[in-house]
């Protein structure tokens, strides 16, 4: 589906994941968490709440039946995700061989965890994943008060192995993720740029504890504008604020030209767009997705 009016013609894509609802509009990529609703981690920013409304599965069996019946459901892809344990790590050990065993075509992502040895990143691109999401922090605090990772080096190893030997990587760094403040967003990117990836996505830390505020829109901006001079492709991720605060910056991101693809889209990011003169697509995937993928 498209619309244009005119104008520069460039293409900005929309993005509705999981099975998000906009009016009659429902996105066909589910997430599965196969830690079901528990993570031992217990990441300050979100302590396992983004898992409660995915699909839960806590064996291999189950995920083979689960990734079955969502092909039959008519989806296009399935984001396998889940929480970490105290070292960073998702349990692909047990659940790889059922992804390998699945023969269907669902276009499969999965958040990779923090800690990725080579092994499992080797394991996870030859069992049919087609890219791994991994959130890049460029601040040692961060990882040890946040993220409660105690050895930094743990995660700039997992993105080696990932980047070198794994499925595609569609980095994600989280603006203001230490409390709102902007601290390593931009080492982050600079860490990026070795590996020099597609896409790159830039989501905003959302409110779900009360001691993270998110920074300020303008602040936010000026970490979009730092991606934009290094990577071809940018996109502005699920998670952000809600509320007047997501129009401003979707807003202004369109405007300045600093974001090729925006997930959950609002009827005011569409206005601005075709005041834009862009030409706009909708995809029902999620926005690591890149076009003619599925």
Known sequence: MEESKGGSGKVLDFFLPGMIHIGKEKGKYPAVSITGRVCKLGCLHCK????????????????????????????QGVLITGGCDRDGRLPWNRFLPAVKEFNGSLFLSAHAGLNVDKKIAIEMREAGISQVLVDVVGDE??????????????????LYNLFNYGPEVIPHVIIGINKGRIKGEYKALDILSKYGPRLVILVVVMPLNPLFSPPPVNEVIDVFKKARSIFKKIGLGCARPRGIYRYILEEQLIEKGLVDRIAIWSDRAIEKAKKMGYKIKYHYTCCSVLKDEV
């Open 48 to 75: 396992g709440e983004l898992l409660q409304e995915m699909i839960p599965c806590r064996t291999p069996q189950e995920l083979l039946k689960i990734l079955e019946k969502l092909e039959k459901q008519g989806m």
């Open 141 to 158: 605090e961060t990882l040890r008060e946040i993220y409660k990772i105690k050895n930094p080096e743990v995660v700039k190893k997992s």
